[in-house]
């Protein structure tokens, strides 16, 4: 694929769920879990999406996968509406855009070997091989992780996490996808199991030329990840730009201080306005902009006028949901 065609589209991607009171189940309020999120993704690219628990990024990446409806907007892939698709032309396009979880153990099936769990994808999409073939298959499979070939006929709980997630990513190897989206695909792992798995990442999308849509609240993996790096706070994005843009150049006070609190052993980087408050009720969101609840920079405009995204600094990778932008840019935070 021509690295400079969009593998897959998300565009005004919204998405809520109904909450349900009383014996008769009575809608009584909506989470508003997605709304209005786009971007592209390129062949061979990571797009890593940060922010707090419970800022919607993994229902985004469950919505992008078709795992939930969408409320709104549009999910394309190779320039076909997913939202679209149905039955056997889903199955079929959900073999190229694979998912990984959080939890390696419980997103494996106990009653499973690691043999029968590689060869469910094959069973789900009606796609036949032989014995002979199928195992080797498995086995070329927990080679390309780092597992043993004999690993095959042992089950998940034999397993530590590190070699889950290996396990997790085999499977989601199998058939072959080109879009990978990592659900938090560390964030359970020991500190230095975590970079092993990463690295296993990194070298398989330099091999079998992957994209991925990386989701973690880890701003220091995600960066080391990342091409891109989307910050979404209570379902919206708030700024968007490359790794190095938005790290080195963040503008929104809201990244700032996510970046401002990633630990660091320089003396002179302290973090001066740490986020405050708790995130809000993704059932009441703020008016206006809606960070202006936790916002140090806040102004009266900011609860009345909802803060469009926009590029900043002509730079048009660079986009940032924020009044003042550019009067905080050398803020500190
Ligand atoms: Fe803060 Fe206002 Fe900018 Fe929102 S629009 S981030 S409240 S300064």
Same mark, same amino acid.
């Given at each position: 694929m021509d690295p400079r065609e969009v593998l897959l589209s998300v565009e005004n991607l919204h998405k809520t769920f109904p909450v349900y009171k009383g014996i008769f189940r009575r809608e009584v309020a909506r989470v508003f879990a997605v709304g209005g999120v786009s971007f592209d993704i390129y062949p061979q690219e990571t797009v890593g999406i940060v922010g707090e628990s419970g800022c919607g990024k993994s229902t985004l990446g469950k919505t992008i996968m078709r795992l939930y409806d969408a409320d709104k907007g549009s999910v394309k892939f190779r320039g076909q509406d997913l939202g679209a698709l149905k039955g056997a032309a889903l199955r079929e396009m959900r073999r190229h855009i694979q998912m990984i979880f959080q939890d390696p153990l419980n997103s494996l099936n106990a009653r499973f070997t690691v043999s029968d769990v590689i060869k469910e994808p094959f069973d789900i999409h009606g796609m036949r091989a032989s014995r002979a073939e199928m195992k080797e298959r498995i086995q070329e499979l927990l080679n390309t992780v780092g597992?043993?070939?004999? =690993? &095959?006929?042992?089950?998940?709980?034999?397993?530590s996490g590190g070699q889950c997630q290996r396990i997790g990513i085999a499977r989601a190897l199998a058939l072959r996808p080109s879009l990978l989206i990592c659900d938090?695909?560390? =964030? &359970?792992?020991d500190v230095s199991i975590q970079s092993q798995v990463i690295n296993l990442l990194l070298r398989l999308q330099d091999e079998l030329k992957l994209s991925y849509i990386f989701i973690a609240h880890d701003l220091t993996v995600v960066r080391h990840v990342s091409d891109r790096v989307i910050v979404m706070y209570l379902g919206e994005v708030v700024e968007y730009s490359t790794s190095e843009a938005l790290y080195d150049s963040p503008y929104h006070p809201y990244t700032k201080a996510l970046i401002s609190a990633i630990p660091t052993i320089s003396a002179e980087k302290t973090q001066r306005h740490p986020l405050v408050g708790e995130i809000p009720s993704p059932m009441q969101p703020p008016s206006g902009c809606r960070f202006h609840t936790r916002c140090p920079f806040a102004e009266k405009r900011c609860s009345a006028e909802k803060p469009e995204l926009r590029v900043i600094?002509?730079?048009?990778?660079h986009v940032v949901a924020c009044h003042f932008a550019e009067k905080l840019a050398g803020a500190s935070s």
């Open positions: 597992l043993h070939h004999r =690993s &095959a006929n042992r089950y998940p709980h034999e397993f938090e695909p560390v =964030s &359970a792992l600094d002509g730079d048009s990778q």
